[in-house]
């Protein structure tokens, strides 16, 4: 069942078109995002959307000045970006060795899980 896209026309709606539809939602998610604010430039809001300077690498991908609005997206660089978004998300996070999950790095002097109560020593 396909569901209305707030995209409505335009380049954004063409590049949405192109993907299959589990893709779809996932892209919807990204440029609602980016769209929510239409006059603010994308080196901003790609900010919040891309980890790092993953950003900024896109947007010197594409060529393209950290002012760009949103609406002045092609087609193509929809696509680029979401492709760009999908891996910066599907990257793994860092992991312990021995194939724990990370996290924070213990700040108080005891390894993970051995530190001792004050009580009862």
């Given at each position: 069942m396909s569901r209305p896209t707030p995209l409505g026309d335009g380049p954004a709606a063409a590049a949405r078109a192109c993907l299959p539809e589990p893709a779809a939602a996932a892209f919807d998610r990204l440029a609602g995002a980016v769209l929510a604010s239409?006059?603010?430039?994308?080196?901003?809001?790609?900010?919040?959307?891309?980890?790092?300077?993953?950003?900024?690498?896109?947007?010197?991908?594409?060529?393209?000045?950290?002012?760009?609005?949103?609406?002045?997206?092609?087609?193509?660089q929809w696509l680029s970006l979401y492709e760009c978004w999908t891996h910066?998300?599907?990257?793994?996070?860092?992991?312990?060795?021995g194939g724990q999950?990370?996290?924070?790095?213990?700040?108080?002097?005891?390894?993970?899980?051995?530190?001792?109560?004050?009580?009862?020593?």
């Open positions: 239409r006059s603010a430039p994308l080196g901003a809001l790609l900010r919040a959307q891309l980890p790092g300077t993953a950003g900024v690498r896109w947007l010197r991908q594409e060529e393209l000045p950290p002012t760009t609005r949103p609406t002045e997206l092609t087609s193509p910066a998300h599907r990257a793994p996070g860092r992991q312990a060795p999950g990370g996290g924070r790095p213990s700040t108080h002097g005891h390894a993970r899980g051995t530190a001792r109560p004050r009580w009862g020593q």
